[in-house]
């Protein structure tokens, strides 16, 4: 069965308002998980590193201010993109790591799409 | 660098033949982690086979197997007896160890199993 969950699983918001996605690790305390981003026949692009109690790392390039991330517990960690623009539409996918640090799980996913 | 090529962007196959997913890799690392991911079209991403690097045997997961070749950095996935359910995005990736956990992707090959 499903060991990640994302909320929603779509999303449709107005430009310049802000979107939260969820992702919670159901069977698993994870210290760490990861977000990513895919556009359309693309591979999946890394978007940070979310580390529960401390900051998120992120990748070169992703703007922090404006993907927020929060790790606040061993189960959740909360995408927010704030001040959404059309460009941020896009399919946001978290996952976390297994025990090892050897493999990672994916959620299934949330579709953003901006107006 | 670290990188992932897929040299093959997409895949056609008979139903019940069987097709060999290319994956070659760079690291300077002599430990990590090897995978083939699935995302079919709901784009939940499925991990398909891992395999260790220290470990010769190939792995295999019913239908599903590779063929890794440590020396030539080479790394592909066989499916034998292809179902239309194998229609799918499939992407080699790995981690290093002691990186965090950090998975390293190729672009994928999308592959159409035809009846």
């Known amino acids: 069965g499903a060991v990640v969950s994302q909320h929603p699983s779509r999303v449709i918001c107005k430009s310049g308002t802000s979107v939260k996605i969820e992702c919670r690790s159901l069977?698993?305390?994870?210290?760490?998980m990861f977000w990513y981003r895919q556009f359309p026949k693309q591979s999946l692009m890394l978007m940070a590193t979310?580390?529960?109690?401390?900051?998120?790392?992120?990748e070169q390039g992703v703007e922090k201010d404006k993907f927020l991330i929060n790790h606040a517990s061993l189960t959740l960690s909360t995408l927010t993109v704030t001040s959404a623009h059309p460009e941020d539409s896009s399919f946001y996918i978290c996952?976390?790591?297994?025990?090892?640090?050897?493999?990672?799980?994916f959620g299934p996913g949330t579709r953003l799409t901006v107006l | 660098a670290q990188t992932v090529t897929q040299s093959q962007p997409e895949m056609s196959v008979q139903e019940a033949e069987t097709v060999t997913l290319s994956c070659t890799y760079d690291?300077?690392?002599?430990?990590?982690?090897l995978f083939w991911y699935k995302q079919p079209p709901s784009r939940q991403m499925i991990l398909v086979i891992r395999q260790e690097a220290y470990k010769q045997q190939n792995a295999t997961e019913n239908r599903f197997s590779v063929n890794f070749q440590k020396a030539a950095k080479s790394f592909s996935l066989k499916i034998s007896d292809s179902q239309l359910g194998d229609t799918a995005m499939y992407f080699c990736a790995f981690i290093p160890y002691n990186q965090g956990g950090k998975l390293i992707f190729g672009q994928g090959t999308e592959l159409s199993v035809k009846p």
């Open positions: 979310s580390n529960e109690g401390s900051k998120a790392t992120y």
């Open positions: 069977d698993f305390q994870a210290t760490t």
């Open positions: 690291t300077s690392e002599s430990n990590y982690y």
């Open positions: 996952s976390r790591l297994a025990g090892g640090a050897d493999t990672q799980y």
